[in-house]
T-cell receptor
Framework: DGGITQSPKYLFRKEGQNVTLSCEQN?????MYWYRQDPGQGLRLIYY???????QKGDIAEGYSVSREKKESFPLTVTSAQKNPTAFYLC?????????????FGPGTRLTVL | GDSVTQMEGPVTLSEEAFLTINCTYT??????LFWYVQYPGEGLQLLLK?????DKGSNKGFEATYRKETTSFHLEKGSVQVSDSAVYFCALNRDDKIIFGKGTRLHILP
């Protein structure tokens, strides 16, 4: 079955440590996205990538970094510079062919920084 | 800039009641409009979409009509079930991104 996987589902880290969240898709989608979700604030865009080896900052990129070395993978690193990293992180992808513009989401990773 | 405004929740209804969740948008041009649903602890799922004025999106008994004159895309369902309890997000696309509303939490009582 095609889809988007995020791992792990729950992640705990100590303050000051960098942590990398995984996102993999087998939908052959060109574009991938990372969002952060906090209670009552909806989704906020962190980074997105339209093509391999290229990505753009979203609305809240500070304290985060990404890479896009393969079409299927778009890992997100939450660095120690992110002041309030505890949140639910969602990865999404979108196929650019055929005029379709909806995004498909993974199950999310809940990060808790202790 | 473009934005989406949806009614604040939580919305609490009894099973079999009629549901409306209001959504209005501000955008230039003619964006596509979406409703996504998020069940507890999960990612978002596309519920329905509409790509041009007067289009009606529908899925699983839910409907929404793209109203250009009122810049609205209200979500409706004639008879809700306990399993419809979730958070619902209205959204629009702008170039290569999607702009989401803040979400409306729906509780359905048996």
């Amino acid at each position: 079955d095609g889809g988007i996987t995020q791992s792990p589902k729950y992640l705990f880290r100590k303050e000051g440590q960098n942590v990398t969240l995984s996102c993999e898709q087998n939908l052959n989608h060109d574009a991938m996205y990372w969002y952060r979700q906090d209670p009552g604030q909806g989704l906020r865009l962190i980074y997105y990538s339209q093509i391999v080896n290229d990505f753009q900052k979203g609305d809240i990129a500070e304290g985060y970094s990404v890479s896009r070395e393969k079409k299927e993978s778009f890992p997100l690193t939450v660095t120690s510079a992110q002041k309030n990293p505890t949140a639910f992180y969602l990865c999404a992808s979108r196929g650019l062919a055929g005029g379709r513009n909806e995004q498909f989401f993974g199950p999310g990773t809940r990060l808790t920084v202790l | 800039g473009d934005s989406v405004t949806q009614m604040e929740g939580p919305v609490t209804l009894s099973e079999e009641a009629f549901l409306t969740i209001n959504c209005t948008y501000t955008a230039t041009g003619y964006p596509s409009l979406f409703w996504y649903v998020q069940y507890p602890g999960e990612g978002l799922q596309l519920l329905l979409k509409a790509t041009k004025a007067d289009d009606k999106g529908s899925n699983k008994g839910f409907e929404a009509t793209y109203r250009k004159e009122t810049t609205s895309f209200h979500l409706e369902k004639g008879s809700v079930q306990v399993s419809d309890s979730a958070v619902y997000f209205c959204a629009l696309n702008r170039d290569d991104k999607i702009i989401f509303g803040k979400g409306t939490r729906l509780h359905i009582l048996p």
